[in-house]
Each structure stands twice: as C-alpha cells, then as structure tokens.
C-alpha cells in the first residue's frame, strides 16, 4: 500500500511549521552570518541516490517539489556505537532512540562479548522493518579489544571510522557513542541544526592545562596487553616515567567529540605524518581516548581553526578533581536538558531516567525508533509508513541546543577558545 500523500508531513505546509521554522531560521541567523564568514568552502548537498532495497517491505514516496525545504540539506551522521558484554539490548536501545534513515550505523560488542551476542544483535537489527528496508544499520562481525584505561579505545575507534570511510558514503560526521550514553534531542532537531553549520567543524571540548593528569597520565609508561593478547587484560604500568615532548602541545578533555568526515581522513589516510606520531606516542598513554584527537586537532595547522571547543554532550563529575564521570540519575534530567547538549552520559543500565527521557523528551515507545518527520504512518508506530527523509520538524529540543551553538559559534567565543596554550 503506498503512502497518500495527505499524511506527508512538511513542515512549510501548516501554520504551526511555518511558525517554527521562522522561529528557529531567525535565531539561526547568526550561524548563517558565521558560515559566511568561515573560511572553508561548505560542501556540495549531498546526492538524492536511493538507500532503499530494490523491492522494500515498506512503502517510500518519492520526493516532490512541494516538499522541498527552505533549509540548507540536511547531513548524514556516521555513528560508532560500542557495547561490552551484555550490552547487546543497550546498544539496540541507543540505535533506536538516535536513529533516522539519512544517518549511518555500525554497531560493535568488544571482545569481551561473546561471538552468539553478536549475532543476536545483527539478528535484533534485522527483524525491525525500518532498519532491514534502509539497509543503514551494520554490525560488526569481528571484534576489537577495548580497556578504557588504556590505549585500545582509540584502536576500535579509528577501526570504526575507517570502517565507515571504506564502505558507507555520503556521511558529513562521526559520532562515536558508547552504550552508556543517550541522546537529550531527537534526530530531527540536531540534523537540522547541522544544516546550518559548516561541515568542516569539529566539536572537540579541550583543553592544554594539563594540571595533576601530567603526573598521573602523560608521564606514566603503560602497557595495554589488549594490543597484543586475544583475552582481555587490564593495562599494567612501567617503572619509569618519560619527559613531556616539546614536538607538539598536548591537549586533553572529554573523550567524547563531533568530528568531521576530513578530519577522519586526516587522522586515518591523510599524508601529514603527525597522526601516526601521536599515535605511537598515545599507544602507551593512560586513557588516550581523553587526548589524542584533541592533541591531533591542535597540532594540525589545516584543522586547528575549525575546532569549536564544545562537544555537545552533557556530564557531571564525580568529584572537583573532575577524574571520572558519575551516573546520571532521575534528578539530574531538569540540569540535562537546560544545558542545551544533544547528548549525555553516563547511564546505568534501564535506569528510570531513560524512560524518563523516551517519554517527556524524545517521545518514544518502548521498541520503536524516534518518530520524525520521515514519519508519515498512523497509530503507534507511525514509522512504518515513511517518506522524504530531508523533511525534518525541529522542536523544542532544536531550540535548546540552538542557543549553545549560537553562543559558542559567536565572534568572541570561536577563535579565542581554540586551542590555547597555558
């Protein structure tokens, strides 16, 4: 049964759309101005080229000219989503409250997950309609090794990302999640929000005042056994310790970031030796995943001017010497989505918050994806039905993180958050 066009939802057809996007285009406007202004050259749309099999199980309306948004064209995301043992139903949880048929997804249980876990979860992705019909949805079938306390979380994701280079096109941005994290906005409302913003950018929150981590984790000589042994092993330390290298400026931070589709090549198939470098340096480096892409970034000179120094992501500190992240828990939602980040972690497993979240933020059921406005079916599961995925409704979510943005984006925030050196 195909589609009637009466149920498409686009968003210059009603009063209340045309309302938000006025809303949300003005407010945009000094992203706009700022793209201007921004030196890269922006990238052409992206390409119109059919994602669905040839004979889809569910019915797709073509694009018409009457849909066509008066927004700049939506990216693609490229997301890494990495579980450990028994996170199979977590990562199939986060897949479907991040999921939208413009993006990109490779799934991936380390090693310490057992090889019948990894099938059930490709078997999972396979039996929901929408991600069997898109065919945008990837699982990994062999393994990496991750410690977080040593250098193999880089390992698995630069493996991700060249993954998703070699063999899924038309991508803009990597997002790398862990099966802890969750989204505070729904697709609809962050894939329009990037449509303003130059696809040359790199969120990356950094810093080069190193402070007590010199001592505790660049002078330290480590070990990751998970480089070399098929079981997992926690990561031992050397007797010694190393001078701080004067070749590069470090620069550490949170271990989550936004990256752009260029600064993947650079780090992975660029000629610039510099990635490698630090590479080799970061193998034996605590935490790594903290450092080296800030480091690379910094170092760069063709990447250094397109960092914004904020990653988007909401997370509270166990204690002031901010060492680890806590638990995010019910009380922490009013705080979570009032900072304006798309994302947050770290969550316990089916923690109240969760739910929480699906039902007052994203509007999602139990076992479906976040409806959006590719979404044109009725009842409860309004994604069976799906049509134009370049029509995007932005909500109060988009709203939210427009003001973050707005403000780190802004003239005298941008360059002079960039990479300082103290």
Known sequence: MQPQHALSINLTSTKEGKRLLCLLSASLASLLLFILSFSCRLPSPLSSRPRLQSNPPIPFREPSSASASTTPPPPSLAYFISGSNGDGDRVLRLLHAVYHPKNRYLLHLDSSASQDQRERLALAVQSVPVFKAAGNVDVMGKPDTVNPRGSTVVSATLHGAAIMLRYLEEWDWFINLSASDYPLITQDD??????????????????SHIGWKEYRKLKPIIVDPGLYLLSK?????????????NAYKFFTGSAFAILSRKFIEYCILGMDNLPRTLLMYYTNVPASHECYFHTVACNAEEFKRTIVNENLQFAAWDSPLKSTYRMLELVDLDNMTKSGAAFAQSFKRDDAVLDKIDEVVLNRQSGKVVPGAWCIGKGRDPCVVWGDADILKPGAGARRVERLLIKSLANETFHSMQCLSE
């Open 233 to 245: 092993s926690d990561v031992f330390y050397g007797t010694q310790r190393r001078d701080m290298p």
């Open 190 to 207: 962050l894939l329009h929000l990037l449509s303003f913003v130059p696809r040359e950018l790199n969120f990356i929150q950094h810093t």
